[in-house]
């Protein structure tokens, strides 16, 4: 408890000096991409007056929101039920609440970049990035019936174990390395960047905002754990969705109303949503952003362990499966009410745009500028606009210190290192790793700053590393004839030719395109910004490399198909698995159904059995639970009985394809009865006899 409270006393501390902070205008910094070029009218700037409009109303909105999200983890890590195991830190011990799992996996893919990022994007290119929405729907029945029965049936805390079991120790090690380093720079970039944004027009220092938010995710997240982490993320996702709301109900009514607001992109031409054009060069098409998207929304729930920690954070298979639908149409709502907002203030602003007026520098200010100059009237609506920004990295950096504990310690100190950790101190041992990992995240915001056109290329790297990552585990569960040294070669491919095409993009600085904005009613004492183009083919971009030009949205799609191709090639040159050999529970049951529904003679040129069990299997027909099993070892095999797998750990009695004991024993008998003549054994490291490095 004293910890606590001098946690919050620090807390108190740093709001106080924000209130403090004096308030500049906006730096006039040069645009970028290089698409704009400045022609000056006058020489004397307007002045952003954010210190009177930045109340005490407004940080009292934003105090409270920091200090509730503190004083759950103070609950869930002083008051709560006791937490000693690693599963009972890392993973709720599995007994959280549909409702606020499903909140608090939606509210870790909205990240603060996005909230400032799509407003923007309607206001500056229009509304094909909305058809995102789209992707939303097709990505869960994906999740739900390919993915997820997998993870469920194992209760792997680090969904990257499945890799070893599945390939070798190699691949766990390789896709571990890349989500550490891809979520430690993506947190601190993620924070970041709003950060920043907000600064140049609220007055909000920028390295006090971003204090703050580490120092309250780091508390609650390694005090309370999964449980505190879920149950902030569903109160901050209220914050969140209420200030969005806030902002469109008050500007739209400032605006003359929704009608007007949409006669207003009608006429700009904002509402396209069916741009067909399949050339995958182009930034925003139909294509692109539907399918590109849903391979990267694939990656994001089916391969990224902040998404499997949560499924795991339930009982039930049927809970993690509405939590899906739940969180895809939270991920709508907000994503619908951003683009609104961005009608909004392309409406407001009709006649003239801030950024070619020189007001701000950069389209990521447009929201917090408008929100501070035009809602400041309405007292506390600004300072909860920022709790609401604030939130999104909240919930973004605390899934991912959490996450990042996880595979910090069953991929690296027991996978890689051998170390086994005691039981009894497995939570505080978890603790102190997710109080390291937000350190070392913190730090690295002070490296961000510095990284220049490398920024983005990390900000892209969160989709490229998730692309092959998603091939891989496509690889071992939808193909059971692949082999490690296919996943070896796959996995490496693949990332190498996704960061070949981000990296050369940031090179090459390719325009961006947008839409026409008006400054006529600009006053003249403001510096103008006169657009020599628009289009990026008569910058020159035609002559770029077409890999360097391939919109982003395409690089997950990328990375996962030329992980699928280059595994599956070399896993046929080198000699292809017996899927016999395949544990059962390691492939899709949608796979193992279509398999068993083949005609003979495909099964025979397949190699499969003529019986690919996929029935439900209750683990202790495999071997009845022993009062030697540890508290989390007993949870998970009754867990995964529930999901209708046979619990991995069982090993080395992990049943293959072809002969699973559960489907076949006679009660009567003992399970060892059967072992000698109808299983086959797993080595200690749980890697299948058929596959190695």
Known sequence: MVTSLKSLTVLYWGISQVARISVSAAPNLPVPNGNETKVVISVEESQIKTTELFLWQDYSVLATMLIVSCAIGVFYGYFGEKQTTGDDFLL??????????????????ITAIELLGNPAEMYMAGAQFWMICVAFLLVMPVTSQLYL??????????????????????????????????????????????????????????YLAVSLVYIVCIFYASQGGMKAVIMTDAFQSAVLLGS?????????????????????????????????????????????????????????????QASVQKYLSVE?????????????????AVYSVNFATGAVLATHYAGCDPIQAGTISASDRLLPFFVVNELGWARGIPGFFVAGIFAASLGTVASALNSLAAVALQDLVNGLLGITLPENKGAMIAK???????????????????????????????????????GLFTLGMLFPWANAKGAVAGGVFGLILVVVAGGGAQLAQVPLPRLHTS??????????????????????????????????????????????????????????????????????????????????????????????????????????????????????????ELAGGVF??????????????????????????????????????????????
């Open 92 to 109: 709720g011990g599995s007994s959280m609440g549909t409702l606020p799992m499903a909140l608090s996996l939606g509210a870790s893919f």
């Open 149 to 206: 029965p997998v993870f469920m049936r194992l209760r792997l805390t680090s969904c990257y174990e499945y890799l070893e079991v599945r390939f070798c120790k190699s691949m766990r090690v390789y896709a571990s390395a890349l989500y550490m380093m891809q979520m430690i720079l993506y947190t601190a970039v993620a924070v970041y960047a709003p950060a920043l944004a907000l600064s140049d027009v609220t007055g909000l220092d920028t």
């Open 244 to 304: 969005l709301a806030a902002v469109l109900a008050l500007g739209a009514s400032q605006a003359g109303g929704l009608g007007a607001v949409w006669d207003q992109a009608k006429r700009t031409d904002r509402l396209h949503f069916f741009n067909m054009d399949p050339d995958p060069t182009v930034r925003h098409s139909f294509w692109s952003v539907v399918i590109g998207g849903t391979m990267y929304w694939i990656s994001m729930f089916c391969a990224n």
């Open 316 to 332: 039930r298979i049927s809970q993690a499966r509405i939590a899906l639908w739940v969180s895809a149409f939270g991920l709508i």
């Open 432 to 470: 102190w790793v997710c109080l390291g990992c937000g350190a070392l995240s913190f730090g690295l915001v002070f490296v961000v700053e510095r990284l220049g056109p490398v920024l983005q290329l990390a900000l892209s790297f969160n989709g490229m590393a998730g692309g092959v990552t998603l």
């Open 519 to 640: 400054v006529e009613s600009c006053p003249v004492s403001n510096n103008i910004t006169s657009h020599i183009s628009m289009d990026p083919s008569e910058n020159g971009a035609e002559n770029v490399f077409w890999l360097f030009r391939i919109s982003y949205l395409w690089y997950s799609g990328l990375g996962c198909v030329a992980t699928l191709l280059v595994g599956l090639v070399v896993s046929v040159a080198t000699g292809v698995t017996d899927p016999a050999q395949v544990p059962i529970d390691l492939i899709s049951p949608p796979v193992v159904s279509l398999l068993n529904s083949l005609p003979i003679k495909f099964k025979k040129a397949l190699r499969v059995p003529t019986r690919l069990g996929s029935e439900r299997r209750r683990s202790s027909s495999v071997r009845p639970p022993s009062l030697a099993d540890d508290k989390d070892t007993r949870r998970r095999r009754r867990l995964s």
């Open 648 to 693: 991995y750990s069982d090993a080395p009695t992990l049943t293959r394809g072809h002969d699973n004991l559960a489907h076949c024993l006679d009660p009567e008998k003992s399970p060892d009865d059967y072992n000698q003549h109808t299983s086959f054994k797993l080595e200690p490291t749980y890697s299948p006899q058929t596959s190695s490095c």
